[in-house]
């Protein structure tokens, strides 16, 4: 049950950790500012592996939630002056909340219908948003004054990559000892059989609602950094197919693991960002699709690297990482 069951694993992780933080000193702004969005979704993405990689409980409304812990940040520091830390337990609590309300139906429905109604609140929560007059800015947003630490404020893609990282880290850490204990392990026995983990005495309602409250608690954080990393709140920065694609990187790198979320993230976003760097070399090649090919390239490979992991990978690449790290463990001897 240990995170880190030998010496040579702590000293890779204070590698990569150390790696991770003195990225800046040799990094530009275009590397720093792929992997701050990268990093605030691996943060969503806990919160929804959670939910349905762990509790089986199957969300497409969850950019909704990340955009109510937004909102929640953007409306106190722009109507009332509130600093970003003051305006973080509010994100927490406010997402958390409005994710209970809605977890509510999975005591009655499961499976697809639960899908759909997690899909109403998405679109419920996106009418109260374009719909909130002078409080939510409605369809033109709100401004968003910089986050500030003491004296520093954080209006450069390195100072927020600090503060992005490091919420990151604390994310993965509390993630990963959550589904250690009863709770995560409640979860997955309500996963994998709800009837069977009623019958072993576990309180079915109490989990569900709990996993959508914890879910969301971890959307209210990727909310409240994407806020003040725009410096700006609009609906838009939380469309429909944030969840769609989502999910598919919970497919990608294996659901029911927080090193799958991570690997998933990675994954399905760099690749993104290899289609647009590709497409207008793709488009010098052949000029008569160049803005169809520049459109459309990324939602064409993510969608056929999905597929394939579907039907070729289902466990994802975690699964992929647990047999290269039981080679290592036993080489010479793999066999």
Known sequence: MAIFRTGFQKTALTIFLFFLFTLPFYAGDYLLGLITPIAITIVALLGLNILTGYCGQ?????????????????????????????????????ASIIGLIFGLPALRVKGFYLAMTTLGAYFIITYAITHGGSITGGVDGLPVPRATLGPVVLNTEVKYYYLVMTVTMIAVFL???????????????????????????????????????????????????????????????????????????????????TT????????????????????????????????????????????????????????????????????????????
């Open 58 to 94: 199957i969300s497409i409304g969850h950019s909704a939630f990340v955009a109510v812990g937004a909102y929640a940040a953007a409306v106190l520091s722009h109507h009332y002056g509130w600093s970003a830390w003051a305006t973080l337990p509010i994100s927490i609590l406010s």
């Open 175 to 257: 993630a990963t000892n959550l589904t250690r204990t009863r709770v995560g392990r409640a979860f997955v026995a309500i996963r994998d059989n709800d009837l069977a983990a009623e019958v072993l005495g576990i309180n079915l309602a109490y989990y569900k609602l709990l996993a959508f409250f914890l879910a969301c608690a971890f959307a209210g954080v990727a909310g409240w950094l994407t806020v003040y990393y725009f410096s700006y709140a609009h609906f838009e920065h939380y469309p429909l197919m944030n969840s769609i694609w989502w999910l598919g990187m919970l497919i990608i790198g294996g659901l029911g693991s």
């Open 260 to 335: 799958g979320a991570i690997f998933g993230t990675v994954f399905l976003m760099l690749l993104w960002e290899g289609a647009a760097v590709a497409s207008p070399i793709i488009g010098s090649v052949f000029p008569a699709i160049a803005h169809d090919i520049f459109a459309s390239l990324g939602g064409l490979l993510s969608g056929l690297v999905i597929a394939l992991f579907i039907v070729f990978e289902p466990r994802g690449i975690n699964h992929r990482w647990q047999i290269f790290k039981m080679y290592y463990r036993l080489w010479p001897f793999p066999y």
